[in-house]
């Protein structure tokens, strides 16, 4: 399948810690992307290669793969997390880039 | 820095087409794949399709196959993508977004993107 399943919403009270999941098939093939995305602003890479931090994303941000799940964790959310976070992969052919459906953090 | 810089919006009615381009600066252009994704209001994110700058040629999502035609133009380092037979459902934010290795799905830079509204 290349279909990838996010929770549409989750929230996290300030400076606690957050989990995002993100299910597919095509993670047994591929590492996950995942990507930072604020009202009005264009997508930003936050994690590649399933743990891997682009410059100038706070070491908060940690990812992780498990068998068909990867996971975006934040570690003492801060007010301006709040966003949508979309995981990314490609389906089983390795041609077509896919997104998850997205996830809503609310920092309470 | 890298940048990605798009055209500005378009309005057009159901039927038409709408061609929209992206410059890039601060990289060289054709060491890059481009990639193309759009975001319907309040909606989540969708590919559409790349510019493999191995090939030199496009690779189109299914559900764009036939509509859709992307292009670049190395020699002023912009890319453009072009959407024909717009319907309502068209009506999206379009963004340009540099692909971080070959054939990757981690776009490391965006464009600001494009708002395409179609309506009669």
């Known amino acids: 399948s290349s279909e990838l399943t996010q929770d549409p919403a989750v929230s996290v009270a300030l400076g606690q810690t957050v989990r995002i999941s993100c299910r597919g098939d095509s993670f047994r093939s591929f590492w996950p992307t995942w990507y930072q995305q604020k009202p009005g602003q264009a997508p930003l890479l936050v994690m590649y290669?399933?743990?891997h931090r682009p410059p100038g994303i706070p070491d908060r941000f940690s990812g992780s793969t498990s068998g068909d799940t990867a996971s975006l964790t934040i570690t003492g959310a801060r007010a301006e997390d709040e966003a949508d976070y979309y995981c990314?992969?490609?389906?089983?052919?390795?041609?077509?880039?896919?997104f998850g459906g997205g996830t809503k953090v609310t920092v309470l | 820095q890298v940048q990605l810089v798009q055209s500005g919006a378009e309005v057009k009615k159901p039927g038409a087409s709408v061609k929209v381009s992206c410059k890039a600066a601060g990289y060289t252009f054709a060491n890059y794949d481009i990639n193309w994704v759009r975001q319907t209001a309040g909606q989540g994110l969708e590919w559409m399709g790349w510019?493999?700058?191995?090939?030199?040629?496009?690779g189109y999502a299914q559900r764009f196959q036939g509509r859709l035609t992307l292009t670049w133009d190395t020699s002023i380092s912009t890319a453009y993508m072009e959407l024909t037979s717009l319907e309502s459902a068209d009506t999206a934010m379009y963004y340009c977004?540099?692909?971080?290795?070959?054939?990757?799905?981690?776009?490391?830079?965006w464009g600001q993107g494009t708002l395409v509204t179609v309506s009669s």
């Open positions: 990314a992969s490609r389906d089983n052919s390795g041609n077509q880039k896919v």
């Open positions: 977004a540099r692909g971080y290795a070959t054939g990757s799905h981690t776009f490391d830079s």
């Open positions: 290669a399933g743990d």
């Open positions: 510019m493999s700058r191995e090939s030199g040629s496009a």
